[in-house]
């Protein structure tokens, strides 16, 4: 039951795109496609923004994406906003009913 | 509209124990599996323990195997996470969550609350 590991710290300009990573292994992110990704404010909860490795619950815009290849996956946030400043955190199935976070990412719009 | 809302943090010392609630609305536990989430200060997301849509089927992380037991009562709506012989890296805020589909999908949280495990 590791973390999954992702980069502490990403930026980006107002209109720009960044990725962010997580890595995992093939117990886990490269295992299964049930990676999902949250976005948190501070002092807030967490809000599911992708789930199952590219889908978009209803109601979070389609500027946020996600891919998976291998044991690494990646949510890209197009057209940076202001509002887009958070700590982002992957997760993953890991099976035998675990679930496993990543470490997560501060993102600053610059 | 779904709804979960916790209750029960606070301070605790080590050796101790706690009961936290999660009470839930807008839907059954029966039909959903139940999750916690908890959050060290400053620090990342860690799955803590579910409970399957029975009742009979309970998942823990490793690290608090033993000491922490998550259970329901269908008919309150509500579950629970009993903290037995807490230490002080078990002091964190504690989410109570509900999937989308498959249960580890996280939709829906509470606003989360504070247990801080101190002499």
């Known amino acids: 039951q590791s973390a999954l590991t992702q980069p502490p710290s990403a930026s980006g300009s107002p209109g720009q795109s960044v990725t962010i990573s997580c890595t995992g292994t093939?117990?886990?992110?490269?295992?299964?496609?049930?990676v999902s990704w949250y976005q948190q404010h501070p002092g807030k909860a967490p809000k599911l923004m992708i789930h199952?490795?590219?889908k978009r619950p209803s109601g979070v815009p389609d500027r946020f994406s996600g891919a998976k290849s291998g044991n690494t996956a990646s949510l890209t946030v197009s057209g940076l906003q202001a509002e887009d400043e958070a700590d982002y955190y992957c997760n993953s199935y890991a099976g035998s009913n675990n679930v496993v976070f990543g470490g997560g990412t501060k993102l600053t719009v610059l | 509209e779904v709804q979960l809302a916790e209750s029960g943090g606070g301070l605790v010392q080590p050796g101790g124990s706690l009961r936290l609630s999660c009470a839930a609305s807008g839907f059954r536990l029966t039909d959903y599996w139940m999750t916690w989430v908890r959050q060290a200060p400053g620090k990342g997301l860690e799955w803590v323990a579910s409970?399957?849509?029975?009742?009979?089927?309970?998942y823990y992380v490793d690290s608090v195997k033993g000491r922490f037991t998550m259970s329901r009562d269908t008919a309150k709506n509500s579950v629970f996470l009993e903290i037995i012989s807490p230490r002080a890296e078990d002091t964190a805020v504690y989410y109570c969550?509900?999937?989308?589909?498959?249960?580890?999908?996280?939709?829906?949280w509470g606003q989360g609350t504070l247990v801080t495990v101190s002499s």
């Open positions: 093939s117990s886990d992110v490269g295992g299964y496609n049930f």
């Open positions: 969550a509900r999937g989308l589909g498959h249960w580890f999908v996280f939709l829906y």
């Open positions: 409970i399957d849509r029975d009742g009979s089927g309970k």
């Open positions: 199952e490795v590219n």
